[in-house]
């Protein structure tokens, strides 16, 4: 029987597709937590871009409580973000580091629409699957159902989402338990892109192994000059300003944008779906 190699390829160039294909779409940010004036406008800016880019779902990278206050954390969740919900986008989320601190993160689960540390959730008809994951305990039964899952999936797109990237040129080292445990499954079990935060940045890591690995862990927290832009797996990226990422996925290509708190366009390009036949063929 021949077999279907479908593979990621990298573009920067954007290209139309018919307006006929269906399109699944989804904000990210990442350490956004800090409260106050800086959450507030980053919320309000994301509502304002959803506002004329459609989204599906908000999607939170983790560290999204630096106060450490159940109270706070859901008064300013509400503030800057409770416009999602309201329009109609799904909500959901990880946990960070900072997150971790008290209480292990549980009083966030509800309003991040998480529930448990881990799980999956499916977009539009399916075609887009996102796997939440809990990069601050990664247990054998955490990565054997993400392997399960994994196997089991048949999404165009297939997507994980956790807080520590294995792949970073910002200040915190690559996660080793990821890279150990977890980067193989995604290589095996075609994932073609990986969220993550963590590092006060904005990074598109170079393809690893048909992988695309973006960092978006500028939402409040900021490291100005933090980005080590002579490591050899930096793509491009920028520590200057805060920023989330808006995706729009068709059959064919998964598009990406980096944005400013203002909106303004930090990188874009796509992600395309090639398929080539099997030797034989």
């Not at 409580?65 to 999602?84: E, M, T, V």
């Not at 970073?168 to 993550?196: K, M």
Request: glycine share 12%; hydrophobic share 35%.
């Amino acid at each position: 029987m021949r077999r279907i190699l479908v593979l990621c390829v990298f573009a920067l160039a954007l290209s139309g597709s018919s307006s006929a294909q269906v399109r699944v779409s989804f904000l990210a940010m990442g350490d956004y937590g800090v409260g106050g004036s800086r959450e507030l406008s980053l919320g309000l800016r994301m509502k304002s871009y959803e506002s004329r880019h459609d989204a599906n779902m908000l999607v939170a990278l983790g560290d999204n409580d630096y106060l450490q206050s159940p109270r706070l954390f859901r008064a300013n969740w509400q503030k800057s973000f409770g416009w999602a919900r309201r329009s109609g986008l799904r909500v959901g989320g990880v946990l960070g580091n900072h997150d971790y601190q008290t209480g292990r993160g549980a009083y966030e689960l509800a309003t991040l629409g998480m529930p448990g540390r881990y799980y999956t959730r499916r977009l539009g008809d399916g075609e887009v699957q996102l796997f939440f994951l809990d990069s601050n305990s990664i247990s054998a039964t955490q990565t054997a159902w993400l392997e399960q899952q994994l196997s089991e999936s048949v999404a165009t797109w297939k997507i994980a989402v956790y807080h520590h990237p294995p792949y970073t040129c910002g200040g915190h080292a690559g996660n080793l338990d990821v890279a150990r445990r977890w980067v193989p499954l995604f290589e095996d079990y075609g994932i073609q892109l990986v969220l993550s935060g963590h590092d006060h940045t904005y990074e598109r890591i170079k393809s690893q192994q048909g992988v695309q690995y973006f960092v978006s862990g500028a939402g409040g927290q900021l490291r100005k000059g933090d980005i080590d832009r002579r490591t050899s797996i930096f793509g491009t990226g920028n520590d200057q300003v805060n920023s989330y990422m808006y995706f729009e996925a068709t059959p064919e290509k998964l598009l990406f944008w980096a944005l400013d708190a203002s909106g303004h366009i930090l990188d874009n390009g796509a992600l395309t779906r090639v398929r080539a036949a099997a030797a034989g063929k």
